[in-house]
């Protein structure tokens, strides 16, 4: 008989400020599978001289969405690369239903993560927020400090705060969170495909308790 291992295919939901990112790499790490993360990627690409690069620079800064054509194509692109074979964890993607339906023709089996957490509470982390423009580590001012004051720990870069984490920029992500993203919960639901998680404990709390109910 031959058992065959099952894909570990993972999207985490949530708002800004809900350690999406951080819990998303925690998980890529324990799997050893890809974390990927659409705002990682259009940063890294808005930082280049391009027209585009400008244009989503723009787009970036007033924390309004990438247009959905192009988002889908990075990800359908970024999904047919080898290191993806045994699996991978999404963070920030899909953030609409038009994403939502495209990803489950291309990858109908992933399991939604939904970390919850309040807006209130997402405003105060952001402004917290530090990440190296070096490797994208993400370190908080008081929740998770570097062990050296504003500096990298794993490569010593000067951490920045990211240009949209103003608060203008942060009330229209949670505004788009609420309208365009929220209705993916009943999406995923319907399909049997969500589980939900308080975003609120300390970061190693919610890892420890995501692996429980990912049975890991
Ligand atoms: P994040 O790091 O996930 O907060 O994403 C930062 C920014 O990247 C967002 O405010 C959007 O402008 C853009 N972005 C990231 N993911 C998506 C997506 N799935 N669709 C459209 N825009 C996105
Ligand atoms: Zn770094």
Redesign the pocket.
Known sequence: MIITMGKYEYLILGP?GSG??TQAQALANLLRIPHI????I??QLAGQQSEFGQELDK??KT??????DI?NKL?ANRLAESDTNSGFVL??????MK?AEFLAKIKPDVLAIYLELSDEEAVKRISGRRVCPNCQAVYHLQYNPPRVDEVCNIDGAHLLQRT?DTKE?VLV?LA?FHQQTEPLLDFYHQRGKLKRIDGAPPIDVVTANLRAILGL
Request: hydrophobic letters at 25%; a neutral charge.
């Open positions: 800004q999406k990112g993360s659409t705002g990682d259009f940063r787009i970036l924390g309004q969405l990438v247009p959905d988002t990800v963070d920030g993607f899909p953030r609409n994403q949209d920029a992500r788009n």
